[in-house]
Nanobody, 125 residues
Framework: QRQLLQSGGGSVQGGGSLRLSCAAS????????MGWFRQAPGKEREGVAA???????SYADSVKGRFTISRDNSKNTVYLQMNNLNAADTAMYYC???????????????????WGQGTQVTVAS
């Protein structure tokens, strides 16, 4: 059974940092592109970052320079380090996986096959 289990998140003051983790099981993790998405109340889901199996990385403009995505294939885990958080980052965050080398845009959530359970990030201004 393929699963993505998220951990991390919580509440933080503006300017603070949080790290999200997403552990994969039940499939060949290293062969998948891993992405992070978020959805704030009343807003559409948006792509935050993605890291493909070859290590190529993409970020949304809104998080460039503040967020860092990384993966540890030995632990089947992808991370999202979030620094200098602000109120606009408040959202439910989800990790997701799709087949490596998918040529469709990384921020298209519908191209991902597997999703984590979500974790709330709240930033107090």
């Amino acid at each position: 059974q393929r699963q993505l289990l998220q951990s991390g998140g919580g509440s933080v003051q503006g300017g603070g940092s949080l790290r999200l983790s997403c552990a994969a099981s039940g499939y060949t993790y290293s062969s998948y592109c891993m992405g992070w998405f978020r959805q704030a109340p009343g807003k559409e889901r948006e792509g935050v970052a993605a890291i493909d199996s070859d290590g190529s990385i993409s970020y949304a403009d809104s998080v460039k320079g503040r967020f860092t995505i990384s993966r540890d294939n030995s632990k089947n885990t992808v991370y999202l380090q979030m620094n200098n958080l602000n109120a606009a980052d408040t959202a439910m965050y989800y990790c997701a996986a799709r087949s490596a080398g998918d040529s469709r845009e990384w921020w298209l959530g519908d191209t991902y096959n597997y999703w984590g359970q979500g974790t709330q990030v709240t930033v107090a201004s």
